[in-house]
């Protein structure tokens, strides 16, 4: 009994087995049916391979059962064993088994259409070449019937491949037989309907094919357009999933007698509650059980009766351990197809610390008060920055409208001088206002690029030197010699040139301007494992401790500046210009004894050193 089962569940092993291997060869088994990242073209490469295989397989099966037939005929019936059906039989055999050794190559899986030719030509054509070689041709029908039959069956991919494999077959026996003399047909009726026969299987073979791969192509995209709408109602649902679950305000559905019939995560959070789980097993009678004030739930079921809807709905409720809180509801009815209400959904906010941010509100009106004054600080200076250059190029127009004629050439000269360097003055300080402008609205334009930053420094201070008095000296002091270590020698960094120049040229020119006509000022620039250091001192007037705080806020002024011009605008743009590039900048000062100013820049992984200079 024991063995009897034992066969039949070996026997279905085989079965299934089979039925595996059948089933394979219309699927494409290394993406799992999935169509996802596979195109038409490939998925037809996939499917030519595993047919090939197939094909090839069964053509070998059945021409070593025939080699088998013909050895029981030479053993039992004493029948001629080497004749030319066996001659056939072993080159079609043999044809096949490199076909099918092929077809495990790269090459073979590069060049499947050849090994398509190759099934009609191990069927075939060696049959047709060993007849030209005997001078025994004659037509055989049935074998090209069933060869083209089963390419067209088993292998119904490339209609191109199938009229190729039939032209060879056939021009090869009526063209090359031809030309050797052999007779290829006898001129009778029967040869005319042997070759219309012919035709009508091959035309219907063919067609055969070509709706195949159109229908295989039309069901290729349109199981690739399900698998993509699946993927993306699957994607769709778990995003809508995703935000109820994960909301951060509370959702609910609730039916009209005060049950929940769901909620999230955020909701049980507001009321003091574990899981959604908990709160609606928790909380049967909401009326009762959350509002402080029961007729606010029957306010709220009036409200919705009559509007469909809820917005800003506030009330205090209880949290699961007692203590009270307000929240926001916003909720809409769900009705039936008959108008019923069967259902309300909605949000909760938990508004408890709106209701008590008096100290908010105030810092709130503080902060208003603040640009209101920083506004009335900036019409201010606007309006004295302006008034003095406007008046100064208005009285030097005029000057030169009435009195010019009496003036010579350089005089004339020296007041059109004052109206272009007032001019440039009005510039820049229009420039400083929108370059605070863009650095609010975080649209200061950056476009940092490879540079030599001592090579820069050093000329910007020598270009600054020009023009001021002899006993002001700015000085540059370059890097102290390192190691040749390409990690702490940079000779060039990433930064935006425009913008430190704008930097540079704003700490400078007010290092220039608060020192005393004999001070000294200097810049130094310094290197270490990730940063730039540019170090800048003077002899100046120094910053009282109580303004360093408020230094890079716009139009705040030092109060020992005295008369000297200026708007409280460049140490705003040089922080945001500092920021930009990714640095911070320090400010030291002592009243009297001068002002230290460090800018630090990171440095770029993209940075060049001397070593690679060379090697480029």
């Excluded at 210009?577 to 800018?599: D, F, N, P, R, Y």
Aim: one cysteine or more.
């Amino acid at each position: 009994m024991l063995e009897t089962l034992r066969n039949k569940f070996t026997q279905l092993r085989i079965i299934q087995g089979l039925f595996n291997y059948l089933k394979s060869v219309n699927v494409v088994p290394e993406y799992d049916n999935t169509l996802k990242h596979l195109s038409y073209e490939r998925w037809r490469h996939n499917f030519l391979l595993v047919r090939l295989h197939l094909a090839f397989s069964i053509g070998i099966c059945i021409y070593s059962s025939a080699i088998f037939i013909n050895l029981l005929r030479f053993i039992l019936w004493d029948e001629p064993f080497l004749d030319q059906n066996l001659y056939l039989q072993i080159f079609a055999s043999l044809g096949l088994l490199i076909c099918l050794k092929l077809l495990k190559t790269s090459w073979g899986n590069q060049h499947l259409g050849v090994l398509f030719l190759g099934l009609g030509v191990s069927l075939q054509l060696s049959k047709q070449i060993i007849q030209t070689a005997h001078g025994n041709v004659k037509p055989d029908l049935f074998a090209w019937v069933l060869t083209f039959v089963s390419q067209a069956t088993l292998i119904p991919v490339q209609l191109i491949w199938h009229l190729i494999s039939q032209f060879i077959i056939l021009g090869y026996y009526f063209g090359i037989n031809k030309l050797f003399g052999h007779k290829i047909i006898p001129p009778n009726s029967d040869s005319l309907m042997l070759l219309l026969f012919l035709f009508w299987t091959c035309l219907i073979c063919n067609l055969s094919v070509y709706l195949y791969e159109n229908l295989q192509r039309t069901w290729f995209n349109s199981r690739k357009k399900l698998e993509q709408a699946y993927e993306q109602l699957t994607v769709t649902e778990a995003k809508y999933r995703s935000i109820f679950e994960n909301s951060l305000e509370g959702l609910f559905q609730s039916t009209p007698d005060g049950r929940f019939i769901s909620a999230n995560s955020a909701l049980a959070g507001i009321y003091g509650y574990l899981s959604p789980e908990d709160l609606i097993q928790n909380l049967s009678h909401i009326p009762d059980q959350i509002y402080v004030n029961p007729k606010r739930r029957q306010e709220f079921v009036c409200l919705i009766n009559q509007q469909g809807t809820v917005l800003g709905f506030e009330s205090q409720v209880y949290r699961a351990d007692g203590s009270i809180i307000w929240i926001s509801e916003n909720a809409r009815a769900i009705r039936d197809s008959k108008g019923k209400i069967i259902a309300y959904e909605g949000d909760v906010k938990d508004i408890t610390q709106r209701k008590y941010s008096e100290e908010e509100i105030q810092k709130a009106l503080h902060k208003e008060k603040e640009l209101n004054q920083l506004k009335s600080r900036f019409v201010s200076m606007i309006s004295h920055e302006f008034r003095t250059p406007l008046t100064t190029i208005l009285a030097s127009a005029e000057a030169l409208e009435h009195y010019s004629y009496k003036w010579d050439e350089d005089k004339k000269l020296t007041y059109l001088r004052r109206i272009q360097t007032t001019v440039h003055h009005l510039t820049e300080l229009l420039n400083d206002v929108l370059l605070i402008g863009q650095g609010e609205a975080q649209k200061i334009p950056f476009h940092p690029s490879l540079m030599n930053l001592e090579t820069f420094c050093s000329s910007l201070i020598q270009e600054m030197q020009i023009g001021l008095e002899d006993t002001k000296q700015l000085h540059f002091v370059p890097p102290e010699p390192q190691s040749m270590d390409s990690l702490t020698s940079p000779t060039q960094v990433y930064l935006d040139e425009r913008l430190l120049r704008h930097i540079l040229y704003n700490l400078i020119g007010n290092a220039i301007k608060y020192s005393s006509p004999v001070g000294n000022i200097e810049l130094k620039l310094d290197y270490n494992q990730s940063q730039a250091i540019l170090t800048l001192k003077d002899e100046g007037i120094g910053i009282p401790k109580e303004d360093q705080s408020h230094l890079f806020e716009p139009f705040h002024r030092a109060k020992n500046v005295g008369v000297i011009p200026g708007t409280g605008l460049g140490l705003t743009i040089v922080k945001k210009s500092v920021e930009l590039q990714g640095g911070m900048i320090q400010v030291q000062s002592k009243i009297g004894l001068g002002t230290t100013v460090t800018v630090i820049f990171p440095l770029s992984g993209e940075r060049i050193t001397d070593e690679q200079n060379i090697s480029d």
